[in-house]
């Protein structure tokens, strides 16, 4: 009979397992309705329009007789008070993947938009905090100044609020200046400010919710198995290793 090496048997494991981290690791989803759900899930386009596209801040999308070919002129150039998103926030592919995934949806019965009813003693940086539909992704003023704070932010000024709609750092769409005017975006900024101000010498406060994660179970449960088969393999080895003595 041959000689089976010890080492043999941890380098196959080790050859296999590498051979299949590419599957787990980097495989692209597939591009359809079940991505499109997916996508759905970690977009912020639900903050608007509902966790099921049913409607909320934004029109409805559930059951919608659009074409993906419209979604996109919407996302890239909406016609009136949406923010844009441009191609390094959300793909052509990853807007068809959700058009589709809309489309397997049943439209809402009804639907009535969430309105902000402002209050007598409002300022009215917060009036326009609710009617620009910042408060979708940024929801209560706690958590807005929260997560502008965790950005590592102690101070605002009108300029920082500017650029960060016209040029947002990271995943926030962008408002043009006739969404949101620059007097719009002073008002905002003396609402705002204080409590930024205030938050930066709080004690840490819980982040924003909406904002995408990255990562999963998937990979955890993958990088364990690994290790366990690494151990399995290698102790295999000295154990074949000692019995051929
Ligand atoms: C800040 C809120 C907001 C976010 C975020 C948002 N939308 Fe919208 N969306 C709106 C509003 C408001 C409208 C109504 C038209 C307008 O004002 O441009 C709209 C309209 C639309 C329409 C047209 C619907 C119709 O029947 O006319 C589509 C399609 C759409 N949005 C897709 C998306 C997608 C896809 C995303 C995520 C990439 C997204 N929206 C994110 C607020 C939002
Ligand atoms: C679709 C979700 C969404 C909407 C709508 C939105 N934001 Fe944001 N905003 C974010 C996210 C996410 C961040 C974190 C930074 C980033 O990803 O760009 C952020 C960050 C900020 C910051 C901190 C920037 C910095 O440099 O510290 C300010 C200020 C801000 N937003 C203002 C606004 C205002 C004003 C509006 C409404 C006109 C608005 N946002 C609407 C998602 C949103």
């Known amino acids: 009979m041959r000689k089976v090496q010890w080492y043999a048997l941890p380098v196959a494991a080790l050859l296999l397992l590498l051979a299949m981290f590419p599957l787990v690791a980097g495989a692209e989803p597939p591009q359809d309705a079940a991505n499109g759900q997916k996508v759905w899930d970690t977009k912020l386009c639900k903050n608007c329009h509902g966790p099921q596209g049913e409607g909320k801040y934004g029109l409805p999308l559930a059951g919608t007789q659009k074409t993906a070919a419209d979604f996109i002129t919407q996302v890239r150039t909406p016609r009136q008070n949406m923010p844009a998103f441009d191609a390094s926030r959300i793909s052509d592919q990853e807007i068809t993947d959700i058009h589709d995934y809309m489309a397997t949806l049943t439209a809402p019965a009804s639907f009535t938009p969430v309105r902000y009813t402002p209050a007598a003693d409002d300022p009215p940086g917060k009036v326009l905090f609710n009617q620009k539909r910042c408060v979708a992704c940024h929801g209560d003023f706690?958590?807005?100044?929260?997560?502008?704070?965790?950005?590592?932010?102690?101070?605002?000024?009108?300029?920082?609020?500017?650029?960060?709609?016209?040029?947002?750092?990271?995943?926030?769409?962008?408002?043009?200046?006739?969404?949101?005017?620059?007097?719009?975006?002073?008002?905002?900024?003396?609402?705002?400010?204080?409590?930024?101000?205030?938050?930066?010498?709080?004690?840490?406060?819980?982040?924003?919710?909406?904002?995408?994660?990255?990562?999963?179970?998937?990979?955890?449960?993958?990088?364990?198995?690994?290790?366990?088969?690494?151990?399995?393999?290698?102790?295999?080895?000295?154990?074949?290793?000692?019995?051929?003595?």
């Open 142 to 245: 706690s958590q807005t100044a929260a997560g502008i704070v965790k950005s590592g932010r102690t101070t605002l000024t009108q300029a920082d609020v500017e650029k960060q709609l016209h040029t947002p750092r990271q995943f926030m769409p962008r408002f043009s200046d006739t969404q949101v005017t620059a007097a719009d975006a002073a008002a905002i900024t003396a609402y705002l400010a204080p409590i930024v101000a205030q938050a930066a010498g709080a004690p840490a406060q819980p982040a924003p919710t909406q904002l995408p994660t990255t990562g999963g179970v998937l990979p955890m449960l993958f990088m364990s198995l690994a290790a366990l088969a690494g151990f399995v393999s290698v102790a295999a080895g000295l154990l074949l290793r000692r019995l051929r003595r």
